[in-house]
């Protein structure tokens, strides 16, 4: 039998995880699901910043965007919030903590991974190290999490289900409690007193997080080196459990674990830290500070909408007009854009030498290069 009748939730296609489940269409009046959240502007911007800053120079096939890595993080996150449940259950109810029902922590979980890098530019670290730390003391985790709160709360809290159940009636999303999952806490501040949330933050800052799991798969695959980038994602999640010490991994993953620490290693040394790609970042540093002021941006904090427009595109189609503009600076930083555009690179690998370690190395242990 062939119907047209669709269900409430919508499958996004994806090279890495076949389908991913979101809601889409609203059953209850004035509810908002996950597909009006991944439409917004601000998500929509990610689809202009990519995702590798610039080893898509080195790998052409790396072309792939921040949104595309947003949707494979709230998956993973989603996977490994619900495996975790059970185990989370138990601590908090050991320690006479409440939490919340699970597709309410997970929907929570699944929002904090769509979210995570919403607050990214262009060169997302590169522009961290070189103008908003040292410039505004802020960085693109800040930036995130003033997005959530300023652009997204108010359609957050209208959330009512994930793509597996509703919460239940007396439960409403908080923006706080994402903000504290994707943030590492600062000397002196105040975390969360709720244990749960406290307790999932290894989704996003441990070991085999669901952001790094996401970006090892898909960065290997888009750049055309899937051996590098070999895990066993499903099994680490299956494995893995919740106690007062915070996660575990149980000891039969642990060839597991060996080989997503080897395979993180692989994709460093040969894609994200390639001697081509980093001729590129050294390149970018020289022009980054001085393009964004003139650019016009100023402390994205004070200034979201303006922060808005900042993008991949917009940026190689301003650097190239300034090729031909009369003001010197622009001209000159113009120039070297383009020059960048075209690889034409003015940094290039000088020398190199190995290190070989014969034996455990002891805290002190100093090692000479020849």
């Known amino acids: 039998m062939i119907t047209y009748f669709r269900p409430y939730n919508s499958k996004i296609a994806d090279p890495i995880y076949k389908y991913i489940e979101i809601t889409s269409k609203p059953i209850k009046e004035k509810e908002v699901t996950e597909r009006d959240l991944i439409n917004s502007p601000w998500m929509q911007r990610l689809t202009r910043i990519h995702q590798l800053q610039s080893t898509w120079w080195v790998y052409p096939g790396g072309e792939h965007s921040?949104?595309?890595?947003?949707?494979?993080?709230?998956?993973?996150?989603?996977?490994?919030?619900?495996?975790?449940?059970?185990?989370?259950?138990?601590?908090?109810?050991?320690?006479?903590e409440d939490i919340p029902s699970e597709e309410f922590v997970v929907e929570t979980a699944r929002l904090a991974g769509l979210f995570h890098d919403v607050g990214h530019g262009p060169y997302g670290h590169l522009l961290d190290f070189v103008v908003l730390k040292p410039t505004y003391n802020t960085n693109h985790e800040k930036i995130s999490q003033k997005i959530i709160r300023e652009k997204y709360k108010e359609n957050i809290?209208?959330?009512?289900?994930?793509?597996?159940?509703?919460?239940?009636?007396?439960?409403?999303?908080?923006?706080e409690d994402i903000c504290i999952l994707l943030r590492r806490p600062e000397s002196g501040e105040v975390e969360s007193e709720k244990r749960w949330v406290k307790e999932l933050r290894c989704l996003f800052s441990g070991l085999y997080s669901a952001d790094i799991m996401d970006y090892l798969q898909r960065d290997s695959y888009y750049c055309g080196t899937p051996e590098l980038g070999l895990i066993d994602a499903k099994r680490l999640i299956a494995d893995s459990f919740i106690d007062e010490n915070g996660l575990n991994l149980h000891i039969d993953s642990a060839s597991s674990l060996k080989q997503f620490i080897t395979s993180r290693i692989q994709m460093y040394d040969k894609v994200y830290w390639h001697k081509r790609g980093r001729a590129c970042d050294l390149q970018i540093i020289d022009i980054l500070a001085d393009t964004y002021k003139l650019m016009g941006f100023k402390n994205p904090e004070k200034d979201l909408d303006n922060y808005y427009n900042l993008n991949d595109w917009y940026l190689f189609t301003t650097m190239l007009n300034w090729v031909e503009s009369k003001d010197?600076?622009?001209?000159?930083?113009?120039?070297?854009?383009?020059?960048?555009?075209?690889?034409?690179?003015?940094?290039?690998?000088?020398?190199?030498?190995?290190?070989?370690?014969?034996?455990?190395?002891?805290?002190?242990?100093?090692?000479?290069?020849?």
């Not at 947003?70 to 050991?94: D, I, N």
């Not at 809290?157 to 923006?175: A, C, M, N, T």
């Open 66 to 96: 921040r949104f595309q890595h947003s949707l494979g993080v709230m998956y993973m996150a989603s996977e490994f919030a619900r495996q975790l449940y059970p185990s989370l259950s138990k601590v908090c109810k050991k320690y006479g």
């Open 328 to 370: 010197d600076k622009k001209r000159e930083i113009g120039k070297i854009w383009r020059d960048l555009i075209n690889q034409n690179l003015y940094w290039h690998e000088a020398f190199s030498y190995s290190v070989r370690f014969t034996k455990t190395l002891l805290p002190g242990t100093r090692v000479k290069s020849p």
């Open 157 to 175: 809290e209208k959330i009512i289900r994930s793509p597996k159940g509703y919460f239940r009636k007396d439960e409403k999303l908080d923006v």
